[in-house]
């Protein structure tokens, strides 16, 4: 899946020698398909655990290891790889490699394309514990830090020595993130800082039943990682969904609507916008049994009572602090689209609302695609195609851009 922010991007991934480097190559086809040029660059080290037709056959370009430092080209290859890099990423990065790059040694076609390019670096560490712990390693991350490079963890777990501990190289998925959130820090929502709400919320009945709703979450979980992918901070406030947290995103995890509400006001105090794609329960139950209700009680009624109406009070907040200064809302509506929508923009004082039909066939509820429409406090209606929940999420952080600007 293409992502905007790889566009036009070329990506040399650095690849020393440990045994996580077979998750490398999971890496550059990731940043392959999100649409990046992938030069990656083997140590000699790391030919022992892979090849560069591994990396050649998921960038669709060609390797290179030292043997490429002394052939015919060697005099310009390096300078012509570093020249014009978006990014180098080195994954995994061991001890050996950490230390030569922070002390600015070049004895391999790797550590010299790193000495030779002015583009950011990231790296993800992997080693032995011990190895991560030693003062010389965590020094030289400091230098690397220092000056501006980006460590992707480790994270604890099982290391190949068999030891459990801080050492092991995170997962590629991860490393996309710190990717993104590193190429997106200069971008459109630099120094802005957006708070998003995610998912629906669950009102007890008793400990063990909810009344919840069929929201997954995607769709608040896609804007949040386009509002970092363009330099935002960002605040995730999420009901119960099964979704991993964009790398750089603040999560906030909450349960019910006022729950939800508490975590918002919390969260706007600073806040230039809020984008909430939250399905948030309208109803709760009156009188919430602290116990199980058994089955041999009957047939329970439950009164239901309205829950706080979040927007309500964001506006309300709003017009005392001026902040935040866009509130995006989300309609789900099953008739009268349009009209629905611009009802609830003009009664919430949104800046704009997003619409979707949530009983269009192949879009809406748990699905990767959505049909929204964009309705906006000119008046303006943008009836989006079908499209996936990323590409929907990139229109709505464009609109939001433009109207902070
Ligand atoms: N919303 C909210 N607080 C609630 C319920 C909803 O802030 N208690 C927000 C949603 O996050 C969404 C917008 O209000 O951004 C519209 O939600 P929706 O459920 O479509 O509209 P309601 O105002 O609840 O109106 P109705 O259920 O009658 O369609």
């Known amino acids: 899946m293409t992502i905007n922010l790889f566009k036009g991007t070329r990506i040399i991934v650095g690849v020393s020698g440990s045994i996580a480097a077979y998750k490398a190559a999971d890496l550059a086809s990731r940043l392959t398909q999100a649409g990046a040029d992938v030069d990656a660059i083997l140590t000699e080290s790391a030919l022992k655990f892979v090849t ?82 030693h003062p010389a390693t965590q020094e030289n991350l400091e230098i690397l830090q220092r000056r501006g490079a980006r460590i992707a963890g480790p994270v604890s777990g099982h290391l190949a020595s068999g030891l459990e501990g801080p050492g092991r190289m995170i997962e590629p998925a991860e490393i996309l993130g710190f990717i993104r959130l590193t190429l997106g820090r200069n971008g459109g929502l630099a120094d802005r800082s957006v708070v998003v709400t995610a998912g629906g919320t669950h009102e007890a009945i008793d400990p063990v039943r909810v009344i919840a709703n069929r929201s997954s979450g995607k769709q608040g979980f896609a804007l949040a990682q386009a509002a970092l992918d363009r330099g935002a901070q960002v605040t995730l406030i999420s009901g119960p969904v099964s979704l991993p947290t964009p790398v750089g995103a603040v999560r906030v995890d909450v349960t019910t609507a006022s729950e939800m509400a508490a975590a918002v006001h919390a969260a706007i105090g600073e806040a230039d916008a809020l984008l909430m794609a939250a399905a948030v329960a309208d109803f709760r139950s009156a009188q919430a049994a602290g116990k199980k209700i058994h089955r041999s009680a009957g047939t329970p009624s439950i009164t239901l009572e309205p829950t706080e109406d979040i927007l309500e009070a964001v506006i309300e907040q709003r017009a005392r602090t001026g902040h935040p200064r866009v509130v995006v809302g989300f309609a789900a509506e099953s008739h009268d689209l349009v009209e629905s929508a611009r009802a609830k923009l003009r009664s919430k004082g949104l800046a704009l609302i997003v619409a979707n039909d949530i009983l269009s066939q192949d879009s809406g509820f748990a699905r990767d695609d959505n049909r929204v429409t964009l309705l906006d406090s000119d008046d303006t209606v943008q009836e989006l195609p079908l499209m996936s929940k990323t590409d929907v999420a990139e229109v709505v952080i464009d609109r939001l851009e433009r109207m902070l600007a």
């Open 52 to 133: 560069p037709l591994t990396f050649q056959s998921v960038t669709g370009r060609r390797a290179y290891t030292d043997a490429d430092l002394w052939g015919a080209e060697a005099h310009v290859l390096h300078v012509g790889l570093a020249r014009g890099a978006s990014l180098v990423v080195v994954a995994p990065a061991t001890a050996n490699t950490i230390a030569r790059l922070a002390h600015g040694q070049a004895d391999n076609l790797l550590t010299i394309v790193a000495l030779a390019a002015e583009c950011p670096l990231v790296a993800a560490p992997a080693m032995d514990a011990g190895m991560f712990s």
